[in-house]
């Protein structure tokens, strides 16, 4: 896609410790789609169904979209620049593994994406890589969006949609068991039956066992939800990734909701950041845990000197 494609209004706003690329690559949002370096580079994608390209210069983030969008706020608040993210590393300098992937994921942000998009997003994800999700979401956008003027992604559809269609059609797109979740969540959202902005006024464990009782939803999709959608930083979703990650800090085994609670106390309040931190060094081969068992136990004040591994998949 051309620039030149998508609307008119233009602009820069200040991005002070922000990664794009790292940001929006790292497992949280699925439909965003690079532009060629010939095409001038970037990121289109949507923020809701305002349509966005983004271009990332140091510390200035070029944008181009829709006239009357109010793009300027409407970016920051959807990348979390309000964040402190000085504070968030602070809060795990005394845990050695945690602070290296802080401090590698510089830049790297817990977005704000819309509720429903975010819910239906992760419904698809169990037993499914980010490759995947991410071909199931634009599926769905493909077959059931509402197509944007001048912009390749469609919106995310609705609910009301989504609750329409049948479960082969569904099914048609990718998801497989997933199709049976995503419809009956649906449904349940369209009739009102469920209200995904009752959420927000809950505390985490009533919002966290209200998500869980929606099809298609545990409890480890229940916390990513909560966290990239709903601001609960201190959420820690427990997949396999972050199971063998907090599980080689502990010298005893324990089950997902084990290591759930004990993520939340090790990494502290903002236990959802420092788990994303974990989770990109460990889908990316980079991360280096202490040998020693006793390293969460016994947290010391700087980067570990002891001898470590290397986590891969």
């Known amino acids: 896609m051309k620039p030149g494609q998508l609307g008119q209004k233009k602009g820069v706003i200040e991005c002070p410790e922000f990664d794009l690329r790292l940001t929006l690559e790292s497992g949280q949002t699925f439909h965003w789609m690079p532009v060629s370096e010939s095409n001038g580079g970037g990121y289109t994608g949507c923020i809701g169904k305002k349509p966005v390209l983004l271009r990332q210069e140091g510390q200035l983030l070029h944008y181009q979209g829709n006239e009357g969008d109010h793009l300027p706020d409407l970016i920051r608040h959807y990348f979390a620049f309000d964040h402190d993210l000085d504070v968030i590393r602070d809060s795990c300098s ?27 997003s992760f419904i698809l994800s169990p037993m499914k890589q980010v490759a995947h999700i991410r071909q199931m979401s634009l599926a769905l956008r493909e077959t059931f969006g509402k197509k944007l003027p001048g912009f390749p992604v469609p919106a995310f559809p609705e609910p009301q949609v989504l609750a329409s269609a049948t479960e082969e059609e569904l099914r048609q797109c990718g998801l497989g068991f997933r199709a049976k979740g995503l419809l009956g969540s649906s449904r349940l959202i369209a009739s009102g039956a469920f209200d995904p902005e009752a959420l927000i006024t809950m505390s985490t464990e009533e919002a966290r066992n209200a998500l869980c009782s929606l099809p298609g939803i545990g409890r480890k999709v229940a916390n990513c939800i909560l966290l990239f959608s709903y601001e609960r930083l201190n959420a820690v979703p427990v997949d396999v990734w972050i199971a ?18 004990y993520g939340e106390k090790l990494l502290g309040p903002y236990a959802g950041y420092i788990q994303q931190y974990l989770f990109h060094q460990a889908r990316t081969g980079k991360l280096l845990l202490s040998k020693a068992s006793s390293a969460a136990k016994s947290p010391k004040k700087s980067p570990s000197k002891q001898p470590r591994r290397l986590v891969t998949a």
């Open 244 to 261: 063998r990650i907090l599980g080689s800090f502990r010298s005893r085994k324990a089950t997902p909701e084990q290591l759930e609670r």
């Open 94 to 120: 005394g845990h050695p593994a945690s602070f290296d992937a802080a401090i590698a994921c510089h830049g790297l942000r817990i977005m704000r994406q819309p509720h429903w998009e975010c819910i239906a």
